[in-house]
């Protein structure tokens, strides 16, 4: 919950096994759950959800960030998942609009799980983040997959799409999807990877393959300023990182997204970050980070510059 109010992410509650929920149990899971909701995200309202009808307008409001839904499910008494699924599919992010998933913004995909089937090669899955993409698109519309363990890209093709396992013909931002792709080149696709149009990586050096970054966060480990590395995740991968400074002001000059004011105890700073071991991946200023120290969270924010 403090990672979604760092980051100004919505959240949604499910509590499942409500059949063998006893009155006095469930009152005081609501009285706990309530109350760190209450901690960490004090702005939203909280609402128990009992009918499907206000799904849209309910869903609209969680992606703003107005409101904190809560669903009580069983799946012996087949409760409750109306609800849920009516919002879920109507959740899109609140900066997901035509624009964006327009065919004249770059297309760019990000690859959370990876599988091969021997009718039909690699298949990859994950969430359209910009832009829009066909199967067996134009080829002047170059795309290419990456970064490998060197940093490089190769040339892809995306021969078919599914979404919501149903074959279709395009995927556009917001939407979850799986494509099978062709590599040019011989490479081994990873989570973590990513699918974009070859010209996003021509952008002004914005968007790049680095090793070493500035990135604004809000500090959740009293122990953080002892320490020399921590786990950093970004998108769905993650990598050993090295800190290389810490900063007590965020700089202005930076064009740093802003953290979001959160209620609990912690502390905005700059820091520079060097990933272990050569390890280079795909960045871009505005890019959201988790970092951790073992099992403790040690920090979350957004990636302010490349270096």
Wanted: glycine fraction near 8%; charged fraction near 20%; aromatic fraction near 6%.
């Amino acid at each position: 919950m403090r990672i979604a109010s760092v980051l100004g992410m919505p959240l949604v509650v499910a509590i499942s096994k409500m059949d063998m929920a006893t009155k006095a149990g469930f009152g005081i899971l609501m009285h706990d759950l309530l109350g760190a909701l209450a901690e960490t995200v004090p702005n939203r309202s909280k609402c128990i959800v009992t009918s499907a009808n206000a799904g849209e307008s309910l869903a609209q409001d969680m992606m703003g960030l107005t409101v904190v839904p809560i669903f009580t499910t069983s799946a012996v008494r087949t409760l409750g998942f109306k609800e849920l699924t009516t919002v879920l599919a109507n959740a899109r992010p609140a900066n997901t609009d035509s624009s964006r998933a327009s065919t004249d913004r770059p297309f760019e995909f990000h690859v959370e799980h990876t599988y091969s089937f021997d009718a039909v090669g690699t298949v990859v899955t994950g969430w359209v983040h910009a832009g829009m993409v066909s199967s067996g698109m134009d080829q002047e519309k170059k795309l290419v997959i990456g970064p490998d363990s060197s940093g490089r890209f190769t040339g892809v093709d995306i021969t078919s799409i599914h979404t919501l396992r149903i074959p279709t013909e395009t995927a556009e931002a917001g939407s979850s999807a799986a494509l099978a792709i062709h590599p040019h080149t011989q490479t081994a696709v990873t989570k973590g990877m990513v699918i974009i149009d070859a010209k996003y990586l021509g952008d002004n050096g914005k968007r790049r393959v680095s090793d070493e970054f500035i990135a604004q966060v809000a500090v959740l480990d009293p122990d953080f300023s002892t320490l020399h590395s921590v786990v950093v995740h970004i998108r769905c991968a993650y990598r050993m990182a090295r800190i290389v400074e810490i900063i007590d002001e965020p700089a202005d000059n930076l064009g740093a997204n802003e953290l979001s004011s959160a209620p609990f105890s912690c502390y905005n700073v700059l820091v520079r970050l060097k990933f272990d071991d050569g390890v280079r991946d795909y960045m871009h200023p505005g890019m959201p980070i988790v970092a951790r120290d073992g099992q403790n969270l040690t920090f979350a924010g957004h990636i302010v510059d490349l270096l």
